[in-house]
C-alpha cells in the first residue's frame, strides 16, 4: 500500500480491494490508497495547481475522455441540471438561497437563478470560476468554503454534485456545511455509489462503468449506501432521504436534513414557478425535459415489443422449417 490507512471514520485496518483501494468493512466506504492533503485544494497558481485550469482544459479531455468544460456548459443545462432541479424543489421552493459547492461552469447556478432562487457558486480555481460567471452571469466564489466570509445559518441549501468523493478531510468540510445551513437547511447531493459486496475483478469481468470512477488521485472517499449515513449520523444529522440519481448506474443522489423534511406537492412547486416570468420559463423546461423523458421511455418500450416480437416471429421461423424437414422425412418414408 502506497500509504498508511486511515478511513474517515477512524477504522486503520484495511481490506484489500485493488493496487490502489481499499475497503472499509467497518463503515462501508472504498478509500483511496494515494492520500491527498487539504492544502492540495487551494489553488496558488492557476497553472500548476491540482484543480487548477489545467484540471479543466487538460486533465478532464486527455487523461479521463470527458466531454469539454465547454461542451458541458451546453449540454448539462438541459439533462442533469434539470433532473436536479426537479428534485431540489420536492424540498425547498424559490425564493430559497443556495450554494453550490463545486459548481464548474456555473450552468446550475444559472437554471437555480432563472427558477427565482438566490444561488450562488463556488470554485477552487480562479480560471473556471471567472469562466462560469462570464459565460452565465452568476456569482461564483474562489477557494474551499471553510475560507469564505459566509455567515453561519445564513443558507437554506448547499449543493454539491460529485464534490463529496473529493474531499480529504469530509467530515470537517460537512460540518462546517451544517453550520452554514439554517436549522432546517438541506444538503443535496450527488456522489459515486460503491456497491458493497462488490470486488473489483467482478467490476473488471463485467466492465462494470463505476471502474471509470476509480481515480485514486481526486477520487479519495467512494460512500455506500450504509456509510453516507453513517457518516451524517458521526455529524448528528439523521435525516437521510435517498432519490433517483441520474446516472444511477454508478451514483447515488441523497437530500440530508437536520429536521425531518418538508416534501412540496407539485401543485406547490408549480405556484412558485408560475409566481415569475423567469420562472415560468424555468418551469417550461422542466415540462419539456419531462415530455423527452416520457419519449424515451415510450421508444425504449417499444423497442423492446419489436425485439420481443422479432424472437416469436424467427421462433416460429424455426419450428416451420423444422417441421418442413419432418414432413419431408414422412413423405420419403412412404
Known amino acids: 500500500m502506497k500509504n498508511k490507512f486511515i478511513c474517515w471514520c477512524g477504522n486503520t485496518q484495511p481490506y484489500d480491494f485493488s493496487n490502489e483501494y481499499a475497503e472499509c468493512r467497518k463503515c462501508g466506504t472504498l478509500v483511496s490508497l494515494s492520500g491527498f492533503t487539504p492544502e492540495k485544494l487551494v489553488v496558488q497558481d492557476d497553472e500548476q495547481g491540482f484543480y487548477s485550469k489545467k484540471y479543466w482544459l487538460d486533465h478532464q479531455q486527455e487523461d479521463l475522455g470527458l466531454p469539454s468544460i465547454f461542451q458541458r456548459s451546453r449540454r448539462d443545462l438541459t439533462e442533469r441540471n434539470l433532473h436536479w432541479l426537479k428534485t431540489l424543489q420536492r424540498f425547498s421552493l424559490p425564493p430559497a438561497s443556495i450554494l453550490e459547492l463545486g459548481c464548474a461552469h456555473g450552468s446550475f447556478v444559472a437554471l437555480l437563478k432563472q427558477a427565482g432562487y438566490q444561488a450562488t457558486g463556488l470554485e477552487?480555481?480562479?480560471?473556471?470560476?471567472?469562466?462560469?460567471?462570464?459565460?452565465?452571469?452568476?456569482?461564483?466564489?474562489?477557494?474551499?468554503?471553510?475560507?469564505?466570509?459566509?455567515?453561519?445559518?445564513?443558507?437554506?441549501?448547499?449543493?454539491?454534485?460529485?464534490?463529496?468523493?473529493?474531499?480529504?478531510?469530509?467530515?470537517?468540510t460537512l460540518r462546517h456545511c451544517l453550520e452554514l445551513l439554517k436549522p432546517d437547511g438541506i444538503l443535496l447531493i450527488q456522489t459515486p455509489q460503491f456497491r458493497e459486496g462488490i470486488s473489483y475483478e467482478s467490476l473488471v469481468a463485467t466492465s462494470h462503468p463505476f471502474l471509470s470512477l476509480l481515480q485514486p488521485d481526486e477520487h479519495l472517499y467512494h460512500f455506500s449506501e450504509r456509510s453516507v449515513t453513517e457518516f451524517f449520523k458521526r455529524l448528528g444529522v439523521d435525516h437521510i432521504q435517498f432519490e433517483s440519481a441520474i446516472f444511477a448506474h454508478y451514483d447515488m443522489f441523497l437530500a440530508v436534513s437536520r429536521v425531518p423534511f418538508r416534501v412540496n406537492a407539485p401543485e406547490q412547486v408549480e405556484a412558485a414557478l408560475l409566481a415569475t416570468p423567469n420562472g415560468r420559463i424555468a418551469l417550461a423546461l422542466l415540462d419539456l425535459r419531462e415530455r423527452e423523458l416520457d419519449f424515451q421511455s415510450k421508444w425504449s418500450n417499444a423497442e423492446s415489443d419489436r425485439a420481443a416480437r422479432l424472437e416469436v416471429i424467427h421462433s416460429q421461423g424455426r419450428e416451420i422449417g423444422e417441421l418442413k424437414v419432418q414432413l419431408e422425412t414422412l413423405r420419403s418414408s412412404l
Open 124 to 172: 477552487l480555481s480562479p480560471w473556471v470560476a471567472k469562466f462560469g460567471h462570464d459565460t452565465f452571469d452568476v456569482p461564483i466564489l474562489v477557494g474551499p468554503v471553510e475560507t469564505q466570509n459566509l455567515q453561519k445559518a445564513s443558507l437554506d441549501v448547499i449543493a454539491m454534485m460529485d464534490v463529496l468523493e473529493h474531499l480529504p478531510d469530509p467530515l470537517v
